[in-house]
């Protein structure tokens, strides 16, 4: 019956077999010209709102706040800081790393939201809540319109 509740997890149903999910993921208006700016200039652009005047990274179409069109670029800059941080200790197989992978959420000033990606040049040691950070990129040759055009940030003074 589909209005049964299961309160015996031993009791589910499920088939053996492969479903197949092919999908193409687009990257929108937003991450378009997002990924396009890192790709060709090495900057990280917000979008900020008229009305609000808050930037949000990444970047949107429209507010959270008032839902405003969104239609300003700003450069939020390359350095932020480190707001929170974790370890991996195994790569996306399982396979156990010989150095952990530290990732981090990297807030920048007067903007809402932020970055994950990889923290390079430091070691988990030395990693702080605060710590200022700076993107450091891949050369324009070798960047691709994607995340990881930026290799990863570094400690700054």
Same mark, same amino acid.
């Given at each position: 019956?589909?209005?049964?509740?299961?309160?015996?997890? !031993?009791?589910? +149903?499920?088939?053996?077999?492969?479903?197949?999910? &092919?999908?193409?993921?687009? #990257? %929108?208006?937003?991450?378009?010209?997002?990924?396009?700016?890192?790709?060709? *200039?090495?900057?990280? #652009?917000?979008?900020?709102?008229?009305?609000?005047?808050?930037?949000?990274?990444?970047? !949107?179409?429209?507010?959270?706040?008032?839902?405003?069109? #969104?239609?300003?670029?700003? *450069? =939020?800059?390359? /350095?932020?800081?480190?707001?929170?941080?974790?370890?991996?200790?195994? &790569?996306? *197989?399982?396979?156990?790393?010989?150095?952990? $992978?530290?990732?981090? +959420? $990297?807030?920048? !000033?007067?903007?809402?939201?932020?970055?994950?990606?990889? #923290? %390079?040049? =430091?070691?988990?040691?030395?990693?702080?809540? %605060?710590?200022?950070?700076?993107? =450091?990129?891949?050369?324009?040759?070798?960047? /691709?319109? &994607?995340?990881? &055009?930026?290799?990863?940030? /570094?400690?700054?003074?």
């Amino acid at each position: 019956m589909a209005t049964e509740k299961i309160t015996d997890v !031993r009791r589910m +149903l499920h088939w053996p077999g492969h479903m197949e999910t &092919d999908y193409i993921y687009t #990257l %929108g208006l937003a991450g378009e010209k997002f990924f396009s700016e890192i790709k060709q *200039n090495g900057r990280l #652009l917000g979008a900020k709102c008229k009305r609000c005047r808050v930037v949000y990274l990444p970047p !949107r179409i429209y507010c959270e706040r008032c839902f405003d069109k #969104l239609g300003e670029w700003v *450069n =939020v800059g390359t /350095k932020g800081s480190v707001y929170t941080f974790t370890m991996a200790y195994v &790569d996306i *197989n399982g396979a156990k790393l010989k150095e952990p $992978i530290v990732y981090a +959420l $990297i807030k920048f !000033r007067d903007v809402e939201g932020g970055l994950v990606h990889k #923290l %390079g040049e =430091v070691k988990p040691p030395e990693i702080r809540i %605060g710590m200022p950070v700076e993107a =450091v990129f891949k050369p324009q040759a070798e960047r /691709k319109g &994607d995340i990881n &055009d930026i290799k990863y940030f /570094k400690p700054t003074e």
